[in-house]
Nanobody, 116 residues
Framework: QVQLVESGGGLAQPGGSLRLSCVAS????????MGWYRQAPGKQRELVAT???????NYADSVKGRFTISRGNAKNTVYLQMNSLKPEDTAVYYC??????????WGQGTQVTVSS
């Protein structure tokens, strides 16, 4: 079993910044990619960014140049630095990871609200 716990969400003004953190415990496969997804009300969950243990990253076009994903040194953590936030970034943000059987796990999510 893998447990993922996100933190760092909250309220930000347009143009502001937030930093999300996700810590994995249990049988996390640290060499597998970890990622951030988000789900806005009435919309499907969508990819935000992923990062491999080797440092390769991938971003949704909507966040390129504004968000930065990174892995911690122990590789069981993943961060999302969000700058230049927009109201359309408002969503519940989820991190994910895999165990050695390639089973995907999700955290419980953290709410990000961008509003003036």
């Amino acid at each position: 079993q893998v447990q993922l716990v996100e933190s760092g969400g909250g309220l930000a003004q347009p143009g502001g910044s937030l930093r999300l953190s996700c810590v994995a415990s249990g049988s996390i496969f640290t060499t597998a990619p970890m990622g951030w997804y988000r789900q806005a009300p009435g919309k499907q969950r969508e990819l935000v960014a992923t990062a491999t243990s080797g440092g390769s990253t991938n971003y949704a076009d909507s966040v390129k140049g504004r968000f930065t994903i990174s892995r911690g040194n122990a590789k069981n953590t993943v961060y999302l630095q969000m700058n230049s936030l927009k109201p359309e970034d408002t969503a519940v943000y989820y991190c994910n990871g895999f165990d050695a059987r390639a089973t995907m796990y999700w955290g419980q999510g953290t709410q990000v609200t961008v509003s003036s």
